[in-house]
């Protein structure tokens, strides 16, 4: 017994000694550099207590930064999980090329983002978009899309939804292709329609892929960062500025590592907050199956 | 029959035990190689005089070296005559690698391996705005005594300054500038001969003339102001003209924001879109016959006259720029070469550096590409009436030249004029309150 515990402790320890030094030591380390001033430019390494943090409150970039960051996430992922919802429904019914269907509906996904993000500033231009070429055909108006504060955030917005629908619908495909038969038979005998099946019986039993793939997109998300980089630079002004976006200005272009740690524990609560309602929406889902 | 090698079989438990030992090593390894604290600090020895060309003996088989060079892709072949001769005189190789094309991305790429104390890279072309933060860090090597003295006279007096400031750190001296890039106006000379008139002279002048050519698409001026960094440089473009001291966000620095904002929304000689522009669109806008004038840096000379499509004489010529309350000003800075203190092959990158930035290579080097050409008395010797030299010569003369605007953090002071001239432009914030948080901004740096 106690030779199978150290042999299990031995079998464990390489995870474990990574592990360490690739995500615990560095988490630490950033908890600990929130509370120092450090930038190599500018040295030495100062201990400055919360300095840095009532700094952020004061910041605008950063206050700004949170708020867009929130928008971004919840309307994202509401629209993901709508609209996957609405092209995993059509991608399990049975139509001829539904297969060459399918492959075409990932071609978005397999986009590389910022690829998706230069092409899309291109798309919005005003004089040469086609976007707005498009409008101005149909409805004869052409939108400034990335100098107007709302315009750059819809435009960004949609721009994410556009590249990461396909992997949501794969996923809620997936799961409707668990969802045994027989229970939509059962329920048509019992004079069921087709709206009433979607919610009294597909929605209740993939509700949980439905709360796992949005809180995996919610914590994706917020760590967003190469939309924006390439798209529109957080701008105009700070209008579609991410906070991980916001993280890497102040570390890498300003070297400033204790604020942007400061700043980079912020984002860690709101991803801990974000889990953990997800973890509490998922118990309660499971629950009331 | 073949003899059967002899199979020597390996029990279960041996297998697993030493896997397991193996795989514990590893880790502990990894673990303790992890824990070993990087050098936070340069080490403070003093910069290893490498030996001047002339007595360097070629390598040996046994010492040959291969040394990483650091540029922008476009400015390769220009390198490699230059590279060529110091490889036959010395013995030693050089790799040339594509650097990063502006100073954020310098920092991006770089700082994380100097800060481990160590270096990909031997030479490497830097930018203004990371230049300083490096040498601050204690990242690069002191240059004095390997460049020599007849270098630094190359260089035009106007230049001195700008070397003290941009380009050394402490006295030292940790950079030797390769670019002089000043924003230059470029203008359809064939539109402004047909209509009888002259470039733009002040600020006056550039609405007026603006107006008469602005008819969308086809706009008076341009320029691309997409964040990050494009915002700050015509804002600093212009506060040069109106003698602003951009990160006082001054009054004069205020006059430059209004002009901006007056050239967009009330005389809208200036589409709003340009303020989601980057480079390359605005040079696009430029040769599809949309724009009479504009500021640009000196490489639109070539990308210009490499549009064969399009290009004729007089498409893009170059005028003085407008003057604004100060005169007619443009600020210039640029990139120069640089030998990190990590550099694996020091004394030779040192050896190196010294060579492709004497008084022989440095014409050599400009003829190959636009980009290194520079008002320094060998390079003026040689190309002084040719192309874009011409016009260097002409904006010295005419005392153009104006310097970058400085902060001792350069990079985070750039991002606020950034921010704030986005806000403002794009009709987020007053005047007043743009100037207002520039200056609490740029007060919180310390």
């Known amino acids: 017994m106690r030779r199978t515990a150290i042999l299990i402790c031995l079998l464990l320890l390489p995870a474990v000694a990574t592990r360490l030094f690739t995500a615990i030591y560095p988490f630490f380390n950033t908890v600990w550099l929130s509370f120092h001033d450090w930038n190599p430019a500018f040295p030495p390494q100062q201990f400055v207590g919360l300095k840095n943090f009532q700094a952020l409150t004061r910041d605008i970039a950063v206050t700004s930064s949170i708020s867009f960051t929130v928008l971004f996430v919840t309307v994202s992922t509401l629209l993901e999980i709508v609209l996957g919802m609405a092209i995993a429904l059509m991608l399990n019914r049975a139509f001829f090329g539904r297969g060459a269907v399918r492959a075409v509906n990932l071609i978005p996904w397999a986009i590389p983002m910022v690829v998706a993000a230069i092409g899309f500033r291109w798309m919005y231009d005003t004089q040469y978009g086609v976007i707005n070429d498009l409008l101005h055909r149909t409805i004869g108006v052409k939108v400034p899309w990335l100098v107007d504060f709302w315009g750059a955030r819809a435009a960004v917005i949609a721009t994410n939804v556009w590249k990461s629908t396909p992997f949501v619908g794969l996923v809620l495909l997936a799961a409707l292709q668990g969802v045994p038969q027989d229970l939509y038979e059962a329920g048509r005998v019992d004079g069921t329609n087709r709206v009433s099946a979607f919610f009294y019986i597909t929605l209740p039993l993939i509700m949980p892929q439905i709360v796992t793939i949005g809180l995996f997109m919610v914590v994706w998300q917020l760590a967003a960062f190469d939309l924006v980089f390439a798209m529109t630079g957080g701008g105009p002004g700070f209008a579609t500025q991410l906070l991980a976006y916001r993280i890497y200005q102040v570390a890498f272009t300003a070297l400033n590592f204790g604020y942007a740690s400061a700043i980079s524990m912020v984002l860690f609560i709101v991803v801990g907050i974000a889990s953990i309602i997800g973890l509490l929406l998922f118990r309660k889902v499971e629950v009331s199956l | 029959m073949k003899d059967q090698p002899t199979v020597t079989r390996v ?319 443009s600020w210039w800075g640029g990139w120069g070469f640089s030998v990190p203190k990590f550099a694996p092959n020091k004394t030779e990158a040192l050896d190196l550096i010294a060579f492709i930035t004497n008084n022989e290579n440095a014409p050599i080097l400009a003829k190959g590409q636009s980009w290194f050409v520079m008002p320094r008395k060998s390079i003026m010797a040689v190309m002084g009436n040719e192309g874009l030299a011409v016009h260097m010569q002409r904006y010295a003369e005419a005392n153009v030249p104006s310097p970058r605007p400085f902060h001792p953090k350069v990079a985070e002071a750039q991002s606020i004029v950034d921010d704030v001239a986005s806000l403002y432009l794009t009709k987020q914030i007053s005047l007043a309150e743009a100037l207002q948080q520039g200056k609490e901004r740029i007060a919180a740096l310390g």
């Not at chain 2, 006056?204 to 602005?214: D, L, M, N, Q, Y």
């Open chain 2, 11 to 329: 029990s279960r438990r041996k297998f697993l035990k030493a896997a397991t030992l193996a795989a514990g090593s590893l880790g502990i390894g990894a673990g303790l190689s992890a824990c070993a604290t990087p050098p936070t600090r340069a080490p403070q020895q003093p910069a290893q005089p490498a030996e001047l060309s002339p007595t360097q003996a070629p390598a040996t088989d046994a010492g040959r070296k291969t040394l990483v060079l650091a540029i922008q892709g476009f400015a390769h072949d220009a390198m490699k005559p230059v590279l060529a001769k110091w490889e036959e005189r010395t013995g030693h190789k050089v790799t040339l690698e594509s650097g990063p094309v502006s100073g954020n991305e310098m920092i991006t790429k770089y700082a994380p391996a100097f800060q481990s104390g160590v270096s990909p890279v031997d030479v490497m072309s830097d930018a203004d705005d990371s230049g300083p933060t490096f040498y601050r860090a204690g990242w690069m090597e002191p240059l004095d005594a390997v460049i020599p003295q007849e270098t630094w006279d190359d260089f035009p007096e106007s230049f001195k300054q700008q070397i003290e400031v941009w380009h050394s750190f402490n006295g030292k001296r940790y950079r030797v500038p390769h670019e002089f890039a000043i924003g230059y106006t470029f203008y359809r000379k064939d539109w402004f001969d047909e209509r009888k008139i002259e470039p733009p002279k002040t600020w006056e002048e550039v609405v007026a003339i603006g107006k008469e050519f602005t008819n969308p698409p086809v706009f008076g001026t341009m320029e691309a102001m997409i964040k990050p960094a494009l915002a700050f440089v015509y804002m600093a473009y212009l506060a040069a003209q109106s003698g602003g001291n951009l990160f006082e966000f001054d009054d004069a620095t205020a006059q430059a924001f209004q002009f901006a904002y007056d050239l967009i929304h009330t005389h809208k000689i200036m589409p709003e879109t340009a303020l989601s522009m980057d480079y390359t669109q605005q040079n696009e806008e430029y040769m599809k016959d949309h724009v009479a004038f504009m500021r640009q840096w000196p490489f639109f000379w070539d990308v210009a006259r490499g549009n064969k499509n399009w290009y004729q004489e007089g498409k893009a010529e170059i005028a003085l720029p407008p003057a604004g309350p100060a005169g007619a000003k």
